[in-house]
């Protein structure tokens, strides 16, 4: 039992229901320049439709090197997004690295509350959404106003908040978690402590399953992409593929699926892996199967197959695409550098809060490479 982190669910003041809404603004000017060095472009792998991708990837790099600006991609953004972007990961990493970076100014190519988060943990610095409404189905199965009234009901739990929170809702927990530590988050609460997990149910229940622990509470949100990959398309494509191994992320509606079929013997348990986006990629790297199936979304394929293109990485379900995370195409990245827009701000008291419960799941130990 980890003993760093103290638990006071009570501290919260009670008071009106905070924005979810941030305001946007553009920033004014061209930004200072830098002395950075220019890293050499990457491939760009264009997109149906996409004209001049290295014309538009040269441009976006010598903008954002005016602005003095970094490109962050999440791993499920376009491939022509994530092979332009400086990093690519999954948000919790990439906005650490954001704290990091030199750059003054932020670019971070993802979902709304990437961006806030990335704000949160870098509230000196700039940070820009190409496109504002680029929002989450999970993140949005949640409030502030719904934390504090669950919160009420069992008023002596541990409010535990996965990443994939706005930061409204994360200012409301004790603390946050990814899917890669989310059972040491647990594991370092006193198991006598009734424990409040949001928002995903899927995350929430496997959870459950790896600590035994039974006195925690899940708040039934999902996400719309992960819920669609099911355990009945999951077993057709493992009996269709017997040699082919299987990474399963936990958000999935399938993470059932695929225990069970490891637990009845279906399938060898070390052809099954239940990861994280970062903990794909390493295992893909380590891999010499002949093919991978993949249960989430599908544009993490593109790093996966950049990482082992020696072995053929399927995904359990082709139709598990995003659009919020496609909202940000080439022509609004190069927008975004051109007049500095959106930015993302989040009022400080929240800032500050919601910052705190990320600092307690830091102090518990560095999420792995790859935290969602």
Not at 50 to 75: C, G, Q, Y
Not at 306 to 324: G, I, M, Q, S
Not at 355 to 362: G, T
Request: aromatic letters at 4%; charged letters at 25%.
């Amino acid at each position: 039992m980890l003993s760093c982190v103290e638990f006071s669910p009570g501290r919260r003041k009670p008071g009106a229901a905070l924005s979810t809404h941030p305001r946007h603004r553009p920033i004014a000017g061209g930004g200072r320049s830098t002395s950075r060095k220019k890293k050499d472009m990457a491939t760009v792998t264009a997109s149906a439709g996409t004209p001049n991708l290295r014309e538009w990837a040269e441009e976006v790099r010598a903008l954002a090197e005016e602005r003095d600006a970094v490109i962050l991609a999440h791993n499920y953004q376009r491939p022509e997004i994530q092979d332009v972007a400086h990093h690519t990961g999954d948000s919790l990493a990439l906005s650490r690295l954001a704290a990091q970076v030199e750059a003054s100014t932020i670019v971070f190519c993802g979902v709304h509350f990437m961006a806030e988060t990335a704000k949160i943990l870098s509230p000196d610095k700039t940070v820009l959404l190409p496109d504002p409404g680029a929002g989450c189905s999970l993140a949005d199965t949640i409030t502030a106003e719904d934390v504090r009234a669950w919160r009420a009901q069992y008023p002596d739990a541990v409010v535990v908040a996965y990443v994939n929170t706005t930061a409204a809702v994360k200012a409301e927990t004790d603390i946050c978690c990814t899917s890669s530590n989310a059972a040491d988050v647990i594991r370092s609460i006193p198991e006598d402590r009734e424990i409040l997990f949001l928002p995903d149910q899927f995350l929430g229940a496997h959870v459950k399953r790896v600590t035994g622990r039974e006195n925690i509470h899940v708040w039934m949100g999902e996400c719309h992409v992960h819920a669609g990959i099911d355990g009945h398309t999951l077993r057709e494509r493992v009996a269709a593929e017997p040699d082919a191994e299987v990474y399963v992320h936990p958000e999935c509606g399938c993470a059932t699926s695929a225990l069970y079929l490891v637990g009845s013997g279906a399938v060898p348990q070390e052809r099954v892996k239940v990861l994280s986006t970062g903990g794909m990629l390493t295992a893909a790297e380590r891999t010499s199967a002949g093919k991978v199936l993949i249960a989430t979304e599908t544009g993490m394929l593109h790093q996966l197959r950049a990482a082992n293109p020696h072995t053929v990485f399927e995904p359990v379900n082709p139709r598990a695409e995003c659009h919020y995370m496609k909202m940000i195409t080439a022509e609004k990245l190069l927008t975004a550098l051109r007049e500095g827009t959106t930015e993302i701000t989040v009022e400080e008291d929240v800032a500050a809060r919601a910052r705190s419960s990320v600092e307690r799941m830091i102090a518990i130990g560095s999420p792995s490479r790859g935290g969602e």
